[in-house]
């Protein structure tokens, strides 16, 4: 047991090293995220300042401008290019180098993960979010909030991360990665609440939000980041949904990858 | 080398440069029916992508009525357009993400500097007809043409149709001319690719009306990365009537091409191959 934890913490170290050598690209990668956050931020602060005062969802202008940037840094948090990773593993051949090694290979692709995405809480997430709250008042959590706000993140992450798995896995079948990268993309934004929040989406849209699990990706940390709950059984029913869908998520990855996996064929061999 | 036959300034380089395209026009067509599927996932992932975008244009509308005094349909009208002349310049010169990204940086590039055409001709024509591009293109018109007629834009007008394919040409050059600058910088720090797609990303904010940002981002969106030009500018123009600032679109496009251009000239005398 100790060992296979060690064999994976190589991996987490791998994942570090390689944040370490494309440093300047969280520069980039912070201009970029401010970019994309700035265009929903911008549009949906339009709306809340028109004269009719119309209030989509009960928010209010600094509460709509939370929402917004911190749904837009967890996107950021989410893409984890795993999906990418793993279509171009299948595509190259490289899997059959992966297979080969002594470890799981969708373990092993978390393990290189998580330096990457400590690094762009860190270095892109963080200065963002300083960017935007010297532009613009925010509304900040009290520390129960922000408890809560911690556990649904790291939660969400996860739950993204299988998300991307299973997006990956089409490599085995097709070769238009980046068709289906799109598709995952944009549906994941649309009912996630990143582009619009859930209490602001007209009813059917809402319904079937709530019924997909992306919502628990963006929508319900947001909403603990916000306090945007009635009592805390309340809070602790969303944390419960969320960890539901994504125990769900993680098996249907790993009962996807069983099936698939014999079905790899590298380079026809 | 064949000075006469790569020099496009003669009529009879221009004709040889003509030929060619139209040649690889064809072999892209080609390309495009053998890999039926693949054009079509990205075609329908591209799809979604811009119905969502609509889906949330038509929500924010269903709470104001106009926004920075745009309506809803003046809002599709504009993020039609603006796909046109984004779309125009994917079909033709995509290829220069490869020079960001890799060809330079691997050496690479080297093939396109033995061969007898203008280098830069030589990288773009790796990819004519991209169809990425013509999804766009497709999705773009169907819009202008659903918003253009609920407005009662008098599409059909000599004045419109001279005028707004001129626009889409100008925006398209205006994108390329980011992109090749953005490329350019590959010369001298060999991997430009992020900076390319931070620029890109800029162009995100050309769907929405400008009027919607700060002041100091209008200005730059005008004047600096002048993506303002291939969408606001002359959607404004379009539904008004009213020249506005498209009288500078031709002296910002022409300034954004010479720059470009500037920038790759001095860029491929400083390059220098891969050592070994």
Same mark, same amino acid.
């Given at each position: 047991m100790a060992g296979s934890v060690v064999r994976y913490l190589a991996f987490v170290g791998v994942g570090f090293q390689s944040v370490?050598?494309?440093?300047?690209?969280?520069?980039?990668?912070?201009?970029?995220?401010?970019?994309?956050?700035?265009?929903?931020?911008?549009?949906?602060?339009?709306?809340?300042?028109?004269?009719?005062?119309?209030?989509?969802?009960?928010?209010?202008?600094p509460t709509i401008t939370t929402y917004l940037l911190v749904a837009q840094l967890l996107i950021r948090l989410h893409d984890n290019r795993v999906d990418s990773e793993f279509a171009n593993d299948i595509m190259t051949g490289n899997?059959?180098?992966?297979?080969?090694?002594?470890?799981?290979?969708?373990? &092993?692709?978390?393990?290189?993960a998580v330096p990457v995405i400590v690094a762009d809480l860190l270095l892109v997430a963080l200065p963002v979010?300083?960017?935007?709250?010297?532009?613009?008042?925010?509304?900040?959590?009290?520390?129960?909030?922000?408890?809560?706000?911690?556990?649904?993140?790291?939660?969400?992450?996860?739950?993204?991360?299988?998300?991307?798995?299973?997006?990956? &896995?089409?490599?085995?079948?097709?070769?238009?990665?980046?068709?289906?990268t799109l598709l995952k993309t944009t549906v994941v934004g649309l009912f996630s609440g990143g582009l619009v929040p859930t209490d602001a989406m007209p009813a059917p849209l809402a319904h079937a939000a709530a019924l997909l699990p992306f919502r628990s990706m963006i929508d319900t940390p947001v909403r603990l980041f916000l306090g945007r709950y009635d009592t805390t059984a309340d809070a602790l029913r969303l944390l419960a949904h969320q960890a539901l869908w994504t125990a769900g998520t993680v098996l249907l990855c790993a009962l996807l990858w069983r099936r698939l996996v014999v079905r790899i064929g590298v380079l026809r061999g | 080398m064949n000075r006469a036959a790569t020099a496009p300034a003669t009529l009879h380089g221009l004709l040889y440069y003509a030929g060619l395209t139209w040649f690889l026009c064809r072999v892209s067509l080609r390309r495009l029916v053998t890999y039926r599927a693949d054009f079509l996932l990205g075609a329908i992932g591209f799809v979604v992508r811009t119905g969502v975008q609509c889906l949330l244009i038509g929500i924010v509308f269903n709470w104001?009525?106009?926004?920075?005094?745009?309506?809803?349909?003046?809002?599709?009208?504009?993020?039609?357009?603006?796909?046109?002349?984004?779309?125009?310049?994917?079909?033709?010169?995509?290829?220069?993400?490869?020079?960001?990204?890799?060809?330079?940086?691997?050496?690479?590039?080297?093939?396109?500097?033995?061969?007898?055409?203008?280098?830069?001709?030589?990288?773009?024509?790796?990819?004519?007809?991209?169809?990425?591009?013509?999804?766009?293109?497709?999705?773009?018109?169907?819009?202008?043409?659903?918003?253009?007629?609920?407005?009662?834009?008098?599409?059909?007008?000599?004045?419109?149709l001279v005028v707004a394919p001129l626009c889409v040409l100008c925006g398209a050059l205006i994108y390329a001319s980011v992109k090749l600058l953005c490329a350019?910088?590959?010369?001298?720090?060999?991997?430009?690719?992020?900076?390319?797609?931070?620029?890109?990303?800029?162009?995100?904010?050309?769907?929405?009306?400008?009027?919607?940002?700060?002041?100091?981002?209008?200005?730059?969106?005008?004047?600096?990365?002048?993506?303002?030009?291939?969408?606001?500018?002359?959607?404004?123009?379009?539904?008004?009537?009213?020249?506005?600032?498209?009288?500078?679109?031709?002296?910002?496009?022409a300034g954004a091409v010479a720059v470009a251009l500037a920038a790759w000239t001095r860029g491929l005398a400083a390059y220098r191959s891969t050592g070994n």
């Open positions: 370490l050598r494309y440093r300047a690209s969280f520069f980039v990668s912070v201009a970029t995220t401010a970019t994309t956050t700035a265009v929903v931020v911008f549009l949906w602060r339009a709306v809340y300042q028109h004269p009719s005062h119309p209030a989509p969802g009960g928010f209010t202008l899997i059959a180098v992966a297979l080969a090694r002594p470890a799981r290979y969708p373990l &092993m692709r978390f393990c290189l979010l300083a960017l935007f709250a010297w532009l613009f008042p925010l509304r900040w959590p009290g520390a129960a909030d922000l408890a809560l706000f911690a556990v649904a993140a790291a939660c969400s992450v996860v739950l993204a991360f299988a998300v991307n798995l299973i997006t990956g &896995m089409h490599a085995i079948v097709t070769t238009n990665t980046w068709g289906v | 104001v009525p106009t926004l920075d005094g745009w309506t809803r349909d003046e809002v599709l009208f504009l993020f039609g357009f603006a796909l046109l002349p984004r779309g125009l310049d994917r079909l033709f010169t995509d290829w220069l993400w490869f020079v960001a990204g890799r060809l330079v940086y691997t050496g690479e590039f080297d093939r396109y500097l033995v061969r007898p055409l203008r280098p830069l001709y030589s990288i773009v024509a790796e990819r004519f007809l991209w169809p990425d591009g013509a999804a766009e293109l497709i999705v773009g018109i169907s819009l202008v043409g659903y918003a253009g007629h609920r407005l009662d834009v008098p599409l059909w007008s000599a004045g419109t350019s910088l590959a010369f001298w720090v060999l991997i430009s690719h992020p900076t390319m797609h931070a620029a890109n990303q800029v162009a995100e904010f050309a769907g929405f009306p400008v009027g919607l940002y700060p002041a100091p981002f209008q200005w730059v969106l005008t004047w600096v990365l002048p993506f303002a030009f291939t969408a606001t500018v002359p959607v404004a123009y379009l539904l008004s009537g009213e020249p506005g600032q498209l009288v500078w679109l031709p002296v910002v496009t």
